[in-house]
Antibody
Framework: EVQLVESGGGLVQPGGSLRLSCTGSGFTLSDHYIDWVRQAPGKGLEWVARIRDKTNGYTTEYAASVKGRFAISRDDSKNSLYLQMNSLKTEDAAVYYC??????????WGQGVLVTVSS | DIQMTQSPSSVSASVGDRVTITCRASQAIINNWVAWYQQNPGKAPKLLISITSNLQSGVPSRFSGSGSGTDFTLTISSLQPEDFATYYCVQANSFPITFGQGTRLEIK
């Protein structure tokens, strides 16, 4: 069974850092594009970042709102990838989802992890 | 960036009604990479339709998608109680990937 599990969320002060993890099971993470999508409380969905698969060189894309502050990396030995979030702002507070095959057949989402940015 | 303007932002309807939700893109989606998601409170979104009109496995046939260019629609032909949720369109024609602001479908 395909599963994605996010972890690493929590409360952080503005300007602080947090690293989210996304661990896959039932499939090989490196064979797929993985996106991060976030949802602020009571708000809509916002795409955050993508890392492409091994075949496509693990290249990345970022939303303008996070470019230069967030970075995706991966550890294929652990079937995991990470979203390093630096210089966090209050507007970054959201539930963060990692997704496989976003908008395509075989689309899977994790359960989401809550990030709270507050002093 | 391609803006996806979704309408209506909310709609009240009854079981058995036909409902249409529209997404208008700020520029033409040339590869038809528009998808539709359903989200229930506290849950991750669920993919209903990919590439404008491809119904995902396990999704009831009362859901359908259509459109081209800048105008795309999601239609639910006969509402069932489990369909009352929030719906989002998303475009993947170009980066950044952008979602519509959502349509909340409520029971009348």
């Amino acid at each position: 069974e395909v599963q994605l599990v996010e972890s690493g969320g929590g409360l952080v002060q503005p300007g602080g850092s947090l690293r989210l993890s996304c661990t896959g099971s039932g499939f090989t993470l490196s064979d797929h594009y993985i996106d991060w999508v976030r949802q602020a409380p009571g708000k809509g969905l916002e795409w955050v970042a993508r890392i492409r698969d091994k075949t496509n060189g693990y290249t990345t894309e970022y939303a303008a709102s996070v470019k230069g502050r967030f970075a995706i990396s991966r550890d294929d030995s652990k079937n995991s990838l990470y979203l390093q979030m630096n210089s966090l702002k209050t507007e970054d507070a959201a539930v963060y989802y990692c997704t496989r095959n976003l908008y395509r057949p075989g689309d899977y989402w994790g359960q989401g992890v809550l990030v709270t940015v507050s002093s | 960036d391609i803006q996806m303007t979704q309408s209506p932002s909310s709609v009240s309807a009854s079981v058995g009604d036909r409902v249409t939700i529209t997404c208008r893109a700020s520029q033409a989606i040339i590869n038809n990479w528009v998808a539709w998601y359903q989200q229930n409170p506290g849950k991750a979104p669920k993919l209903l339709i990919s590439i404008t009109s491809n119904l995902q496995s396990g999704v009831p046939s009362r859901f359908s998608g259509s459109g081209s260019g800048t105008d795309f629609t999601l239609t639910i032909s006969s509402l069932q109680p489990e369909d009352f949720a929030t719906y989002y369109c998303v475009q993947a024609n170009s980066f950044p990937i952008t979602f519509g602001q959502g349509t909340r479908l409520e029971i009348k």
